[in-house]
């Protein structure tokens, strides 16, 4: 469900930008409240479950967000929409951090936990076609309130369940303070540089309000390193990122996340503003990309890295997904399903699908067992946080480029796709800069006793091919 909500909501976005009045640039803040505040409470989320115990918080997140989705169902105005789509980010962040704490701690075997990871990841990468195939449906034959009250019914049983299940003496309750001021610092921050980005076509880069944000964000982001390095029980300890992997890691999502989410998200407002396809079409156009991400994450990446080891389906994954970019940032104004969508779709699903499970597992190859759930979660950060700024950043060049083409007389579509195309070739450079970043620096000779990756893979592996 919380990943269902991460792309449910591309289709909808033109029907939500026609019924609400948003623009292109101030509807990225329908994706980018839900992921700020997603992104910034992840860390917080994980550390309330172990203070507070897990199956407690998981329960009180689930309820949160449910409503939260019921008040984005409600929604009559843009204010709302944004604000009940922060409110779920909150939620989901919560949710997701002590979901995978739970499953860590019921199942405590070696090769149990294997095959629970396995299947967390699979349902996890399987909610992105799930929510686009649900989010054109229900948009179609309904309206797009739709695909936030669909969590209602979800969220309760979700919840019953979780009431019924889960035991409460499997989540021991951790020592320690509550870093508030950490995650109020850093998502403050964030949320102001985002919110500068996003306004800059209105107000230029060179106005008092975009100097007087970005420095706002800057001196926030000081702050937090500076409580970070101070507190007993900082929400992201600093010294982790002396691991260079971790931080060679942190910095490739970064550019693998805003390259994807432009992707995701300029894509179906070309299917849909510029080739004019229904909401279902777009889900169904999307639908490869995301049945070969998921296949790749049950088994097919851990293949590759299990006998060329990281290095070279990361690379090759990127570069691949690079290449699918390429191909939307020539997709022309009369384009065809068959000849200028397909083909870049399948790159880009082979090509994520290929490298994010390798990323990951550079991320934790130098990390010990009791180490190994915080580097998840900051390089989970980082990809959150990665494709809200990048976002951002991307709609606000691609709304200028279109902007400036419709000034200068040229018709709506064809100044769409021009700004659509610098965005998608954008894009393209992050995901090759991060391709040549991983190939450049991550290390994969051995690194201590702590570099277990391909025993982790080889579990993985053979507890799916048991079933």
Not at 196 to 225: E, K, R
Not at 287 to 301: K, T, V
Not at 415 to 438: C, D, K, M, P, Q
Not at 451 to 460: C, K, Q, R, S, T
Request: hydrophobic letters at 55%.
């Amino acid at each position: 469900m919380i990943v269902l909500d991460t792309t449910i909501v591309n289709v909808a976005l033109p029907s939500i930008r026609t019924d609400l009045g948003f623009s292109e640039v101030s509807l990225v803040w329908v994706v980018n409240a839900y992921l700020l505040a997603f992104g910034g409470f992840l860390l917080l989320g994980g550390r309330l479950g172990d203070l507070f115990g897990h199956r407690r918080v998981f329960l009180l997140g689930i309820a949160f967000f449910t409503l939260a989705s019921l008040a984005c169902g409600l929604a009559n105005s843009q204010g709302l929409l944004i604000a009940a789509r922060a409110a779920q980010g909150l939620g989901a962040a919560v949710v997701s951090a002590v979901a995978l704490s739970l499953t860590i701690n019921l199942f405590v075997q070696t090769h149990e936990r294997a095959k629970a990871m396995g299947i967390y990841g699979f349902v996890s990468t399987g909610g992105g076609s799930l929510g686009l195939l649900l989010g054109g449906t229900l948009t179609s034959a309904l309206n797009w309130h739709w695909i936030f009250l669909v969590n209602l019914p979800i969220g309760a049983m979700v919840y019953a369940l979780g009431v019924t299940l889960l035991p409460d003496s499997c989540t021991p309750k951790a020592a320690g303070r509550l870093d508030i001021a950490g995650a109020v610092t850093v998502t403050t921050s964030l949320m102001l540089a985002v919110y500068a980005v996003v306004t800059v076509n209105d107000t230029g880069w060179s106005s008092a309000q975009t100097a007087l944000l970005l420095v706002s964000a800057a001196l926030l982001m000081l702050l937090f390193i500076g409580i970070e390095a101070q507190v007993r029980a900082p929400l992201m300890p600093l010294g982790l990122f002396r691991l260079r992997n971790l931080a060679v890691a942190n910095c490739a999502g970064l550019l693998v996340a805003a390259a994807i989410l432009v992707w995701c998200f300029m894509a179906a407002l070309y299917l849909q503003l510029v080739l004019e396809y229904t909401p279902l079409q777009v889900s169904f156009a999307f639908l490869p990309a995301n049945l070969i991400a998921a296949a790749f994450s049950l088994g097919l990446s851990a293949k590759l890295v299990i006998r060329f080891g990281i290095k070279p389906p990361l690379t090759t994954g990127l570069l691949l997904a690079a290449a699918g970019l390429v191909l939307f940032a020539r997709a022309p104004v009369h384009g065809s399903l068959s000849v200028d969508v397909l083909p870049g779709m399948l790159l880009l699903g082979l090509g994520s699908g290929t490298a994010i499970t390798p990323l990951l597992l550079a991320a934790t190859s130098g990390m010990g067992p009791g180490e190994s759930g915080l580097a998840s979660g900051v390089v989970n950060t980082a990809f959150t946080m990665g494709g809200a700024l990048g976002l951002a950043i991307v709609a606000s060049i691609s709304a200028a480029r279109t902007n400036y083409l419709l000034l200068s007389g040229v018709d709506s579509p064809f100044a769409l796709n021009s700004g659509y195309h610098l965005a998608f070739f954008i894009g393209a450079v992050l995901a090759a800069a991060a391709a040549v970043l991983g190939a450049g620096l991550l290390r994969t000779g051995n690194q201590g006793p702590e570099n277990n990756y391909e025993e982790n893979v080889v579990a993985l592996h053979a507890s799916i091919s048991d079933d």
